[in-house]
């Protein structure tokens, strides 16, 4: 990096600890400014364009009417791509007339110029396709101004020190660039107007994060109404918002049904191949038992409708589960700044605004994960049910007689809404095993060998829980067989009620179903023991884990920095 800037006019180096690091004052240098500052907002656009493009070219809702607002935006956008090219023929200016600038000075307005005609036609394309709020040009223009605040302090002490400014051009075309930044800032947060030609909601009280902003979507403003309607009076049926178009059982289920039919025309074409080949009828016929087509799965149906939604939730998951262990490490920072009477005292407020800014987006992310997780479960359920209930209306009466109308009702009320407990789970399968490595880890560079009697104790509770879960799961399969019996018996009260009301078997019947109902109580009662036993044991655990034998181990020296740090650990 010293050779893009360190030669030729305005040379500096690429990194000065003692301009950045060892001073009261801090600041960094030019080529820093030029180059890493300059390039953050590029490279993120560029990273998140292919997967933008993508989205946007599946996701069509009409075109909105160039604006006021869609115009002013692109004329802010055409006029950053002109300073920076304006920079640009000021550095060519520059080297034919001797002056030979840094070659930072053309790298950079190059790359800022190509990415701000980008995010120019990417403004027009957007609104091409209906999108009214675009969170990839509001973080975009966010690091703009983010990353140009350090320049404008800089420039202003530098001139200020020096008595006059050394690059005039420069110097103009910056402020020139912060303020249209900021101006694209601040216009990119407001909403642009419905697109045409897209469905219109005709549900008399429809849900406002349909057409809500992305800040808004962000912090979940659009639920502030209601909730403020929840604070003045108990809210009513009438006040509750109907469902999301992309939530309704239609449009799920047809998700569904599709992806489960391209499975049905796929198997039969599998099955083909695997036979098609050229073999002789000895091999044939060796073969032929393990010859086995893939038939169609439900599972791959549903991985192919919300694998989608459930990716996005797992990357906010990993961002949330990474921005745990920042804290505790930035604390540890912190108490060794305290520390040391030395340290500048800006350290202290970096780390602070630093563990403030890390607690907010954690909040944030967290939030936005629960937020799709659940809804991604309703889809489950709802995508499920459909699904089994559209088949029961077109099974024949042999496969009536296999499967009784019990276990269909079991299937719809029973295994859907286990798909949906299950959802906000799925991530621990690789979330948990992170968040395990990660603790030990920093664990071990705080207390050294001391933290491996409490993964010990950790490991000691997993039979014991393990032996819980199996009794529950034992527990919920005679539980479904009492649901499955009682459906039935009702099914057939239901059907011969005549015959049971001519001869007075009203009394025992009643006691039939009483009697597998309570058994099905006793069953949920004993369940419920056990969940309460396993929770014990794992709110227990830390406590035990800190009052293991290995906490008189700790070696010399560790103290606060590690204990903060692991308090803070997600167990």
Not at 258 to 264: G, N
Not at 384 to 402: D, F, M, N, P, Q
Request: aromatic share 12%; with cysteine.
């Amino acid at each position: 990096m010293d050779a893009l800037c360190g030669s030729g006019e305005l040379s500096s180096k690429f990194w000065d600890s003692n301009l950045s690091v060892h001073t009261d004052n801090p600041d960094l240098t030019p080529c820093f400014q030029n180059s890493v500052l300059a390039w953050i907002p590029c490279i993120y656009l560029w990273a998140a364009l292919p997967c933008y493009l993508f989205y946007l070219r599946h996701h069509r809702h009409g075109y909105i009417v160039l604006s006021h607002l869609s115009r002013l935006k692109t004329v802010l956008g055409v006029l950053l791509w002109c300073v920076s090219w304006a920079e640009l023929f000021y550095s060519f200016h520059g080297l034919i007339h001797g002056w030979a600038p840094a070659p930072i000075f053309f790298v950079t307005p190059l790359v800022v110029g190509i990415t701000m005609l980008l995010a120019t036609l990417l403004i027009q394309y957007e609104r091409l396709q209906g999108v009214q709020s675009s969170g990839v040009l509001i973080i975009f223009w966010f690091l703009c101004v983010f990353c140009a605040i350090i320049p404008f302090r800089s420039k202003i002490l530098l001139a200020k020190a020096e008595g006059r400014i050394s690059d005039p051009f420069r110097f103009t075309t910056f402020y020139i660039y912060f303020a249209l930044v900021l101006s694209a800032l601040i216009l990119s947060c407001f909403r642009e107007k419905p697109p045409l030609f897209s469905q219109k909601n005709v549900e008399p009280n429809p849900c406002p994060e349909a057409s809500a902003g992305f800040l808004s979507r962000l912090s979940f403003w659009w639920f502030t109404k209601m909730a403020i309607l929840g604070y003045r009076r108990p809210l009513e049926e009438k006040d509750l918002w109907s469902l999301n178009e992309e939530d309704k059982s239609h449009k799920v289920v047809q998700r569904l049904l599709e992806a489960w039919r391209k499975q049905e025309k796929q198997a039969p074409r599998k099955a083909e191949a695997a036979t098609g080949k050229n073999v002789s009828s000895e091999d044939e016929a060796l073969l032929q038992a393990r010859r086995r087509p893939r038939g169609p799965s439900f599972l791959r149906a549903m991985v192919t409708t919300f694998g989608p939604s459930f990716l996005i939730g797992a990357c906010f998951k990993l961002i949330q589960d990474l921005l745990s262990f920042v804290n505790p490490q930035l604390l540890s920072i912190l108490i060794r700044f305290i520390s040391n009477p030395e340290a500048p005292s800006w350290w202290g407020f970096l780390v602070a605004g630093l563990m403030f800014v890390c607690s907010v987006m954690q909040t944030l992310i967290v939030n936005q994960y629960h937020q799709c997780i659940f809804v991604l479960a309703l889809r489950f359920r709802t995508g499920i049910i459909g699904v089994i209930y559209r088949k029961a209306l077109v099974i024949t009466s042999s496969v009536k007689r296999e499967s009784t109308v019990g276990e269909i009702v079991n299937l719809m009320a029973v295994d859907a809404q286990r798909f949906m407990d299950l959802a906000p789970f799925l991530n621990l399968v690789w979330s948990a095993p992170l968040q395990i490595i990660l603790a030990i880890y920093f664990l071990w560079q705080n207390l050294g060998p001391s933290a491996l009697a409490g993964v010990a104790l950790m490991v000691l509770m997993i039979p014991l829980n393990g032996a819980v879960a199996m009794k529950m799961r034992a527990f919920q399969v005679q539980q479904m067989k009492l649901k499955d019996s009682r459906i039935r018996l009702m099914s057939e009260i239901l059907a011969g009620i005549k015959v049971l009301k001519l001869y007075a078997w009203e009394p025992s019947f009643s006691e039939q179903v009483e009697g597998i109902r309570q058994r099905e109580l006793q069953l949920l009662r004993k369940a419920a023991y056990l969940h309460a036993l396993s929770t014990f044991f794992w709110t227990c655990t830390p406590f035990l884990v800190r009052l293991s034998p290995g906490a008189g181990l700790l070696p010399p020296g560790s103290g606060c920095p590690g204990v903060a740090g692991a308090q803070q650990t997600p167990p």
